[in-house]
């Protein structure tokens, strides 16, 4: 967990701006549930499961309640669904916020980090899976990221499964170890499965089986995600046998979005179907379909950082930065007003200790500009713009550094 100074900040902000926008293009709408859920709610049956529960931060409140802290947005849009079961469907959030995983701490990964998040609850159609698939492609286009998506179906797995002997009451963990197949390799996941006690026969057979597309083309599961895959029918979708994804809850489409040529080798996003959980919530035996996305903010801004290392980043939002002379400084509030209300990010000297340290000052932050109000200027109803990049400066009237300044950021 940690502080983020101006320049991160800044950043983080770029980034989150953009994944509203594509959001909301999309048609989902913004909801917010807090940080911190009941125990029961996070540990319920359709929730993260076991993997995850290790992972979560679990406290007491003054009353006694056991509680945690989320660890995604997911959870949350169930019981929130639970909580609301007359809302119109098919509903369509998207959520942005932190979440918290007591996990191991690498490049990309905190403890404290932003999901941002997609879902449509209530529709059961391929389209809504290829929808979420369509979004990630779209944000990742925005950000200028060569990414590759990884997608498949747990219905797939499930069936593998079957097929390989693997005790049905281990299929969950055999899915979970596979789920580490391109992080640890093939020896350790037949190591891993074998010692949750699956067989070593139906462990390789299972394993074997994942990555022979071939063979997997006639099962239900494939039948399920073909409509998806054609539906989207973009080169950086790929159709992935072994993936597996973590979390329990999922119950058809999965997929991961990857990051081309980086160092950051964990998803950017991720995401899929789970149509059982929220009908868990709601106690009944009623489905609800369901199918979201999540990016994760940390990864994103590494991979971005990494392909703008050539690049300063940017120290402050200020445009303008406003240099009025000792005894101008009434008249160099009223110019930053001016500023302001034409949408202008302006900031001042306020000690007014001269041209000299003004421009220091500007320098050392980046602000683009200065505005210089000095005697002569205020006499001709102008100010001196400074454009700090060029040393270019004009005399204009402050509607006309208004739009300077806007034709510049533009």
Known sequence: MRDFSPEEKILRDEV????KNVFELYGFSPLETPVVERWEVLSAKYSGG????KETFKLKDQGGRDLGLRYDLTVPLARFIGMNPTIKRPFKRYQIGTVYRDGPIKKGRTREFYQCDADIVGSSSPLADAECVQLALEVFERLEIDIIVKINNRKILSELARMAAV???LTDAAILSLDKFEKVGPDEVIREMVERGIPLASAERFLSGAQDPEALKNSEGYRELEPVLSAVRDARVVWTPSLARGLSYYTG???EVYAKGSSVTGSLAAGGRYDNMIGQFLGSTEKIPAVGISFGLEPILEVLKEQRRDLPMRKTVTQVYVIPF??????GRRVCQQLRRMGIKTDMDFAAKGISDGLKYANAYDIPFVVIVGPDEVAQGKVKLRDMRSGEERLLAVEEVAQQISRSSA
Do not use: F, G
């Open 16 to 19: 989150i701006a953009i994944l």
């Open 50 to 53: 076991e993997e995850i529960l």
């Open 167 to 169: 005790p049905e009451d």
């Open 253 to 255: 489409t999965i997929y």
């Open 326 to 331: 000792k005894n101008l400084l009434t008249e």
